[in-house]
C-alpha cells in the first residue's frame, strides 16, 4: 500500500511560481509511473506531467515550458515546479502513482492563480 500526500499549493498572482510536493509512505522507487494531475472545476481531471521509472517525462502541452517534474527517490518524494502561471492553471493539483495494476492518488492540493 502506498499513501500520497501533497502539499505547497495557495494563491499565487499570474506570472509567479509554486512548486508542489507528493510525499510518498513508501519507497517510491518501487512505482512504474509517478506524476501531476489536475482538475478544475466543472471540468475532468487531466495528466499535467507523468514521469516514467526510465527518466522520461511527458507533460501537457499547456504546461510545457513552464513546469517541471522530478522526483527525489532518497526521499520518497516528487515535485512540480510551477513558473509563469496563469489563471487557467487554477485547479485542485493530484499525486499519483502507479504500482504494477493498481492506481494510487493523493488527496489533492488547491492552487490558485489570480490577481
Known amino acids: 500500500q502506498v499513501q500520497l500526500v501533497e502539499s505547497g499549493g495557495g494563491l499565487v498572482q499570474p506570472g509567479g511560481s509554486l512548486r508542489l510536493s507528493c510525499a510518498a509512505s513508501?519507497?517510491?522507487?518501487?512505482?512504474?509511473?509517478m506524476g501531476w494531475y489536475r482538475q478544475a472545476p466543472g471540468k475532468e481531471r487531466e495528466l499535467v506531467a507523468l514521469m516514467y521509472r526510465g527518466g522520461i517525462t511527458n507533460y501537457a502541452d499547456s504546461v510545457k515550458g513552464r513546469f517541471t517534474a522530478s522526483r527525489d527517490n532518497a526521499k520518497n518524494t516528487v515535485y512540480l515546479q510551477m513558473n509563469s502561471l496563469k489563471p487557467e492553471d487554477t485547479a485542485t493539483y493530484y499525486c499519483?502513482?502507479?504500482?504494477?495494476?493498481?492506481?494510487?492518488w493523493g488527496q489533492g492540493t488547491q492552487v490558485t492563480v489570480s490577481s
Open positions: 499519483y502513482g502507479r504500482k504494477a495494476s493498481q492506481d494510487y
Open positions: 513508501g519507497n517510491i522507487f518501487s512505482l512504474n509511473l
